[in-house]
């Protein structure tokens, strides 16, 4: 049997098995990990605060904030588990 998200080969005690799809346990485990939607209402207050008090880009973070930005803008698309890793959260 194989995965169907990555079509590596499973043996019977390496399979999950996700809505009625079979996956192998990284499969599995990005499948129910994926990133959840943020509250929007939140979001939109955040950016406004910082729209009022003209902030852009970096201005008014924190250093971890400002770090977590430039990784996210310099790589556009990267794992969590990197961004984990890169700042040992």
């Known amino acids: 049997m194989k995965c169907d998200q990555c079509q590596q080969e499973l043996r019977e005690d390496e399979r999950f098995t996700h809505g009625n799809r079979t996956l192998c346990e990284d499969c599995y485990l990005e499948e129910i990990s994926r990133p959840q939607v943020c509250d929007p209402w939140a979001a939109y207050n955040a950016q ?6 003209g902030l852009k880009g970096e201005a008014g973070l924190t250093e971890l904030q400002k770090a977590l930005y430039k990784f996210i803008k310099e790589r556009k698309e990267f794992r ?4 984990q890793e890169t700042f040992d959260l």
């Open 80 to 83: 969590v588990d990197d961004m």
């Open 48 to 53: 406004s605060y910082r729209e009022s008090m």
